[in-house]
């Protein structure tokens, strides 16, 4: 597609239930990233995929939250026995990378988000 | 750790003026890039700008310009003939340009921009 897109728009979950929200990259865009903002607050940084693989994962909160991008395009974070201090708004955002893996001066394009409400 | 700080929570401009956005932030890195998004109530984070730290000249885009101070870890932000649509949420943020290194990036608390008619 044109752009990142992000499904749902909104969720509203009751706590202890999971929810699975959906980021669709950019076309060839191999980095993608998973962002938590809450009210508020700046973006926070959960994940970034290179590929298929989590380059870096440091910023999951706990083991309820897992993300997974199996074929390289489409992601999905996954979070478990939501609480109600899950509610924010979740960024997804993807880059072209640069060859062997070198950090590039590359745009991070980001989608609408989807805002999780925990009740 | 990497941190940015925004000191202004809101901030105010009549139309057509100029009105700069602060911007700190603390590095033991010599080489890294520094961005302001702009966040609407649409919720997209936009890129605004963006300034590599290995180049002394400011970045400009339009009316937007920033002022990268290196030595005292300052990048604000300078928008000039401010209009309506200018107003939103801006954020700094902060990526490392290690090779290998993650390109996440660290994000300030933002500012909130009024634009007055």
């Known amino acids: 597609g044109a752009g990142v897109s992000q499904t749902p728009s909104n969720k509203v979950t009751e706590k202890g239930k999971y929810v699975e929200l959906r980021c669709d990259p950019i076309s060839g865009h191999t980095a993608l990233y998973w962002y938590r903002q809450s009210l508020g607050q700046g973006p926070e940084f959960l994940i970034y995929f290179q590929g298929t693989g989590a380059a870096d994962d440091s910023g999951l909160p706990n083991d309820r939250f897992f993300a997974v991008r199996p074929e390289g395009s489409v992601s999905t974070l996954k979070i478990q026995r939501t609480e109600r201090g899950d509610s924010a708004v979740y960024l997804c955002?993807?880059?072209?990378?640069?060859?062997?893996?070198?950090?590039?001066?590359?745009?991070?394009?980001f989608g609408q988000g989807t805002r999780l409400t925990v009740v | 750790a990497q941190t940015v700080t925004q000191s202004q929570p809101e901030m105010s401009v009549q139309e057509a003026e100029t009105v700069t956005l602060s911007c700190t932030y603390d590095t033991s890195e010599s080489d890294y890039y520094l961005f302001w998004y702009k966040q609407p109530p649409s919720r997209q984070m936009i890129l605004v700008i963006r300034?590599?730290?290995?180049?002394?000249q400011n970045a400009t885009e339009n009316r937007f310009s920033v002022n990268f101070q290196k030595a005292a870890k300052s990048f604000s932000l300078k928008i000039s003939d401010s209009q309506l649509g200018d107003a939103a949420m801006y954020f700094c943020a902060y990526r490392t340009c290690l090779q290998g290194g993650s390109e996440k990036l660290v994000f300030g608390k933002g500012t909130k921009l009024t634009v007055n008619p």
């Open positions: 300034q590599e730290a290995y180049k002394q």
């Open positions: 955002a993807s880059s072209l990378m640069g060859r062997l893996g070198a950090v590039v001066n590359t745009e991070a394009f």
